[in-house]
């Protein structure tokens, strides 16, 4: 069972599904916009048989990735704005990797050798 905008039925509250339609009609997006986007995530590869995707903390997540986007930019506009997010936590995620192994080589305070 679908909504208005595709979505498929969730076990989100009535009101979490409420602002999360009146989120994606501010931006101008549908439910296809986000299989898109999960699919690109994927590495352009079929979208979901049944229309869902599986995101931690569900239409309240989504509704909150839709609400500093401005109004009327529609998928195209949504699909850059997610693809230039996604980057910069690549971004930091990379950050964050090169500096922990930098942390793991970098001999102790003590020297490297045992017992010294």
């Known amino acids: 069972?679908?909504?208005?905008?595709?979505?498929?039925a969730m076990h989100d509250s009535d009101s979490d599904r409420a602002e999360f339609d009146k989120e994606c009609q501010r931006v101008g997006v549908s439910w296809n916009s986000f299989l898109e986007?999960?699919?690109?995530?994927?590495?352009?590869?079929?979208?979901?048989?049944?229309?869902?995707?599986?995101?931690?903390?569900?239409?309240?997540?989504?509704?909150?990735?839709?609400?500093?986007?401005?109004?009327?930019?529609?998928?195209?506009?949504f699909l850059e704005a997610m693809r230039k997010e996604g980057e910069v936590w690549r971004a930091?995620?990379?950050?964050?990797?090169?500096?922990?192994e930098a942390r793991r080589r970098k001999p102790d305070s003590k020297g490297d050798r045992p017992g010294a």
Not at 1 to 8: E, I, K, N, W
Not at 45 to 62: C, H, K, N, V
Not at 92 to 100: K, V
């Open 92 to 100: 930091r995620a990379e950050e964050a990797t090169r500096r922990s």
């Open 1 to 8: 069972m679908r909504d208005s905008l595709g979505t498929p």
């Open 37 to 77: 986007w999960e699919r690109l995530n994927a590495g352009g590869g079929s979208p979901s048989p049944d229309g869902t995707i599986i995101i931690e903390g569900g239409l309240r997540a989504l509704t909150g990735m839709l609400r500093p986007l401005p109004s009327g930019i529609g998928e195209a506009g």
